[in-house]
């Protein structure tokens, strides 16, 4: 969790401290969503909590620029996206001189598996996890935010900055995708026993 620290409340300092708990206020709000969001994008929780405090300096950093922001979700989504490829793209970079600097090499990647995995011995609850990752990063996205956290297609809408309709029918799309998946999956389980 980001932890946020701010000057004591004084008089020549009213309106920086107004101004930061105003931001904090903000970020509060977000920062489940923007959790779920980048956590469909990468699967390691360090890269989560990596990325989100990344997202939250932006968050900041444009928040001392007192410029008007329309659109706080999609701003904090757009930003979140942005600072998931860069991650990425140092991840790779790392990776790449690691095995060009070592003499033996990296004879395999990293595979970090959900931390959930290990405590899961359900049989349903397996299927419904690889089903569930065969699904796009958009797919999985929206059906956590809408079945995980609450949210209303109103709200779906304005932070992903598409249409209600929109909304509506990559809903749509995205349980028919996991029920294809789940379908599949429990038919190769039962011909597998």
């Given at each position: 969790m980001c932890s946020w620290h701010f000057l004591k409340v004084g008089s020549e300092n009213d309106f920086v401290t107004q101004a930061a708990l105003?931001?904090?206020?903000?970020?509060?709000?977000?920062?489940?969503w923007l959790r779920t969001v980048i956590a469909c994008r990468l699967r390691s929780s360090d890269a989560v909590e990596d990325v989100l405090q990344e997202v939250g300096?932006?968050?900041?950093?444009?928040?001392l620029r007192d410029e008007e922001i329309h659109s706080v979700p999609g701003w904090l989504y757009r930003v979140a996206l942005r600072q998931v490829?860069?991650?990425?793209?140092?991840?790779?970079?790392?990776?790449?001189?690691?095995?060009?600097?070592?003499?033996?090499?990296?004879?395999?990647?990293?595979?970090?598996?959900?931390?959930?995995?290990?405590m899961l011995a359900a049989e349903q609850t397996e299927l419904f996890e690889t089903?569930?990752?065969?699904?796009?990063?958009?797919?999985?996205?929206?059906?956590?935010?809408k079945h995980q956290?609450?949210?209303?297609?109103?709200?779906?809408?304005?932070s992903l900055g598409v249409s209600v309709h929109t909304i509506?029918?990559?809903?749509?799309?995205?349980?028919k995708n996991l029920r294809k998946f789940l379908t599949t999956q429990s038919g190769s389980y039962?011909?597998?026993n």
């Open positions: 105003t931001t904090q206020a903000t970020w509060t709000e977000h920062e489940n300096l932006c968050w900041t950093r444009q928040s490829i860069s991650y990425r793209r140092r991840a790779g970079r790392a990776r790449k001189y690691l095995a060009t600097s070592s003499e033996e090499g990296i004879t395999s990647a990293a595979v970090i598996a959900c931390p959930m995995e290990a089903a569930f990752a065969k699904l796009t990063s958009q797919d999985r996205q929206i059906l956590l935010l956290h609450g949210w209303s297609y109103g709200q779906l809408a304005k509506e029918y990559r809903l749509l799309k995205a349980r039962r011909d597998d």
